[in-house]
């Protein structure tokens, strides 16, 4: 597979796109003054569109070549941002840049992202005999899995095996989706098969393996598979397989022998793996120990910059923890520091302010919220609402609910079942109204249909009674992770 091969075309844009340039390591791209990776990630907030930067970019007289166009698809997926991988790879098709083996699976991928699966199965069926490899037929595998899709996986899986396209990871992915739909007794018969086929097993197959047997209530099964994985290949355990071990004892309660993984994770970590030391953070909360949360929060500070999302993730942990007085500490320290503002920090920061009844306090925080960033931010209004109305106080709770209704288009605000039975126990409990037609009245004024407000009003009746949750999908984030 040649990822250097460009088709020669006229004109000097097209020679200019097609000049060899040394191109730099994923981890160095983002480090380069205005280079094209810069360019492409800032897109979301600088606006315009991948074809646009692209083109100016040769119009300044800079050569693009194709590895540097893959690892910019490559980062970009890495962050999430599928459409605009999506949008380099329609753009390499339009300039004529042939596709390695490889980028047609990738490209089949974002396609299934982007358009859906049909779009997906259709660029399949049209690729041209030697583009339908193993590479495309198990990115159609991933997708179908993905897609909870069953049947179509099993019956792409037989195809694949008929032609021989059969690797490790296929086996992987529908083990996967095994787990996904609830049966995790299917993987073990998934391993046998490969083990009779002598198929070897990745790091993460095993992983997967180890959570199935967790789902099944089944420590001493989890311990086989990780001794098997010791004595078969010592070297494909690295710090997330200790992560996820640790994971399951975490929710196993067995804090002891979690922490014997972290100690081992700990032991092999390196100094700028920021995702593991938020992993440490996660799990010694899961187990109850403050201090050694503290101890990986200064190790972390020390050896790789601390970003939002590792306050976050501090935050986050010392929110499960209960303590108030380390995340308003926390949250200090990061307002101190901080180059970009993030409101789902500062929703972590509000919570631990109304749990102590410091509620000027949390609203001062939030008004700078507002100030500093473009919202939504009915998940931290949402606090608000429950505090106001266990403290009596219909209007500010109301206040807010308005407030979350009107700012978020689209109908895509539903309140979560937590404050609708916040605001019916207020109607119970403090009015002679009927809370269900006062809550219906509100919803219908915002272009509710009776199906949502019924759906709203019944998942109040069933789901746990607990604060809304801190969802990272619902705060708007103004920072490159």
């Known amino acids: 597979m040649n990822y250097g091969r460009l088709i020669p075309g006229g004109g000097s844009l097209l020679r200019r796109l097609c000049t060899a340039s040394p191109v730099s390591t994923v981890a160095e791209l983002p480090n380069k003054k205005y280079n094209l990776y810069q360019r492409l990630s800032e897109l979301e907030k600088t606006g315009g569109t991948v074809s646009q930067t692209l083109n100016q970019y040769i119009m300044e007289g800079k050569a693009v070549g194709k590895g540097e166009l893959d690892k910019c698809v490559q980062e970009l997926r890495k962050y999430r941002r599928i459409h605009h991988a999506f949008e380099i790879m329609e753009w390499m098709i339009m300039r004529k840049i042939n596709f390695s083996w490889d980028n047609y699976a990738v490209h089949l991928d974002l396609v299934s992202k982007v358009k859906g699966l049909v779009e997906a199965e259709n660029y399949f069926n049209s690729l ?6 193993k590479y495309t037929y198990g990115s159609l595998l991933n997708c179908y899995c993905k897609e909870l899709m069953l049947d179509k996986a099993l019956s792409h899986f037989a195809k694949m095996d008929e032609l021989g396209y059969v690797t490790s990871l296929s086996f992987t992915n529908l083990m996967a989706l095994y787990m996904r739909l609830g049966q995790p007794a299917k993987v073990p018969l998934l ?33 086989r ?37 972290l100690k081992k994770m700990e032991e092999i970590v390196k100094p700028r793996q920021r995702e593991a030391y938020h992993c440490l953070l996660g799990l010694y909360g899961g187990t109850g120990n403050v201090t050694e949360v503290y101890r990986v929060w200064r190790s972390l500070k020390m050896v790789s910059p601390v970003t939002n999302r590792s306050y976050l993730i501090m935050l986050s942990t010392l929110k499960r923890l209960n303590d108030t007085e380390g995340i308003i500490k926390c949250f200090k320290e990061w307002e101190s520091k901080h180059v970009n503002y993030d409101s789902r920090l500062a929703g972590v920061a509000v919570y631990a302010y109304l749990s102590q009844n410091m509620d000027e306090e949390a609203a001062l925080i939030f008004e700078e919220a507002l100030r500093r960033c473009k919202g939504p931010f009915f998940r931290i209004r949402e606090m608000f609402m429950t505090s106001l109305l266990e403290k009596r ?64 009003i019944t998942a ?9 949750v801190l969802k990272e999908d619902s705060y708007v984030n103004n920072e490159n992770l």
């Open 225 to 261: 598979v990780y001794e098997e994985m010791k004595r078969e290949d010592e070297e494909k355990i690295d710090w997330k397989t200790y992560s996820n071990v640790a994971a399951i004892y975490v929710k196993a309660g067995q804090f002891e022998k979690a922490e014997l993984m």
């Open 128 to 133: 041209p005999p030697p583009a339908k490899n």
């Open 460 to 468: 109040s009746e069933s789901s746990p009674e607990i604060e809304p």
């Open 191 to 223: 391993v046998n098969h490969m083990k009779q086929r002598k198929i070897s097993m990745t790091g993460f197959t095993y992983v997967v393996w180890m959570n199935s047997c967790a789902a099944l209530n089944d420590l001493d099964g989890v311990e």
């Open 393 to 456: 106080q219909l209007d500010g709770a109301m206040s807010h609910l308005e407030a979350a209704l009107s700012d978020v288009t689209n109908d895509k605000y539903r309140p979560s079942p937590q404050v609708v039975r916040a605001f019916l126990k207020y109607y119970e409990e403090e009015t002679d109204l009927d809370g269900v037609d006062e809550l219906s009245k509100i919803l219908r004024s915002h272009n509710f249909d009776e199906s949502c407000i019924k759906t709203c």
